[in-house]
């Protein structure tokens, strides 16, 4: 039987910027998360212990945080929700970047997938509609 892990916004959203920082970066750190975040590093601490007890990231001691294989799965699913949600709102129903940006980092922990493979199919629609024109 395969353990499914639920995640909570804001572990989502840590492991969404673990991501996007190990993209750009070299190394993450718990100061580069708190800063990106706007939080207390003690506050980073304790979600990254949080996030290394569910096995999604490694670090040691001090050390810098790094997206463990499932880690890095979740954090992808929760960027691709991100960037399709931002993308409906700005290119259908023409929301401004940066209300969709902020709009889609809320709506992307709680829409249904029913309701995420809706948008998916109305997304690919449209740009195939483009494509054909």
Do not use: W
């Not at 980073?44 to 040691?60: A, D, P, W």
């Amino acid at each position: 039987m395969v353990e499914t892990i639920t995640l909570t916004p804001t572990l989502e959203d840590y492991l969404e910027v673990i991501l996007e920082l190990e993209e750009k970066e070299n190394e993450t750190r718990v100061t580069d998360i708190a800063d990106k975040l706007n939080i207390a590093k003690s506050t980073v601490t304790i979600t990254v212990n949080k996030l290394k007890s569910m096995g999604l990231v490694l670090q040691e001691s001090y050390g810098p945080i790094e997206l463990t294989s499932a880690g890095k799965k979740h954090a992808v699913e929760v960027r691709n929700r991100h960037r399709m949600l931002r993308q409906f709102l700005v290119e259908v129903i023409g929301v401004d970047y940066q209300t969709a940006d902020k709009d889609a980092c809320l709506m992307e922990h709680i829409v249904s997938p029913v309701t995420l493979k809706k948008v998916e199919e109305y997304m690919i629609k449209v740009q195939e509609m483009k494509m054909d024109s």
